[in-house]
């Protein structure tokens, strides 16, 4: 059985005393008590003005004297102030939240205002008050346990509020840019500095593993998966990333301002790695007037990376540029996608292709991928070749080969939209 000394606190009707006299004695000057301590906090806790000076003065004096006052209290009482009681304690935290004051910095101070009270308290202790400070003790855990949470929590929620604030005022924005209507009116009333360029990034999300896991929720698994990449977003970019994302991607509006790093491979990588899965993006560069163009350009280049089978990764126009070209139409791109018509009735024939292809004309590979023998893999390229007139045993044949095929299934994926 465990026994502490609060087991001993209700064994007294009367306040508890230390030295011969109540234990709150000390804390009751609670102005002289709490300019020492406010003193203590800017010296040491403090130091680099991590809290202005107006709040040492003003609110760190005040909520002091509050926890002073709550702690003679409960001296007298033998009684650990309940939740009820801690209502200036969570408003200061919310308030210092708001002020980006840190948590810790926050914490520290209660911790050492309350290690000075309990050394006031007990600085007249005698050899025949061991009983009355060891209940001491337990009611100053007790106390700093109850701040502690109260503390943390308000702050907690308080910033949960904030980033609230922000993600809905950064949509608000994003969304405003995407459709041409920004303003510097706009950009003041969400807090958001508007730069002159910004990177425009059409960003796709896949799975993750747990979104296939039968034992657990899909939606969760997703949102889960939405805010590990919305939190390396805020830290990466500081905060200045304007996105509109869905658990499967979407778009984001990155700055190019002093202050923000531009979106590079490794930085989606990094991206990646915080989201746990494997990201594809393509970025277009340009003026903010340009926002509601440049979008639509990222978004074709994404459904080109999709329709070209390229790996995850960070694309750009210039990476693009083949297949983006082929989507502009005219004569010569619906011609290459004719040329591997007379294959529509030998699946094999496309299997195969595509698969030298992909396997850098390799093939043994090929084969084993396709479970045939090497030697089907040359009748079957053989056969492309009469039939189409294109020969992949030549770099041209190749080149014609990769181009055909692409502008083939870009031609399929258009069709199939309209």
Known sequence: MTF???????????ALEIGGRPASVPLQDTDHVASHMVGYFATYVAPCHTLPGEALRGDVTKVTR?????AADMFDRRTVPDDDQLGEVRESAAQWAREAVPLGTILRAYHEGLRIAFGLVTAGAKADDVGEVIVATDLMLELLEVITAAVSDAYVDEQHLVAREHQTAAQTLASALLSGRGSSALARQAGIPVADTYQVVA???PEHA???DPRVDTHVAARRKLRRLQSALATTFRSRALALLSTKGGTLLLPLTEGVPALTPDLLGELATAAEVPLTATVITGDTDRIPESADQAH???NL???????????????????YQLTRG??????????????????????????????????QLTARQLYVHPNTVDYRLRRIAQLTGIDLATS???????????????????????
């Open 66 to 70: 509050f926890c002073l006052t709550l």
């Open 300 to 302: 074709e280049l994404l």
């Open 305 to 323: 990376v999709r329709v070209a089978g390229r790996a995850p990764g960070l694309y750009e126009m210039a990476d693009l540029a083949v297949e």
């Open 203 to 205: 960003l796709s999300v």
């Open 330 to 363: 005219g004569p010569a791109t619906r011609r290459l996608a004719t040329l591997l018509d007379p294959l529509d009735a030998h699946t094999e024939l496309f299997d195969t292709m595509r698969a030298y292809l992909a396997n850098d004309m390799n093939r």
């Open 4 to 14: 502490t000394g609060l087991d001993l606190a209700g064994t007294s009707d009367g």
């Open 210 to 212: 747990d979104e296939r």
């Open 396 to 418: 041209a044949g190749i080149s014609q080969a990769a181009i055909a095929l692409l502008a083939r299934d870009l031609d399929r994926t258009v069709a199939r939209r309209l």
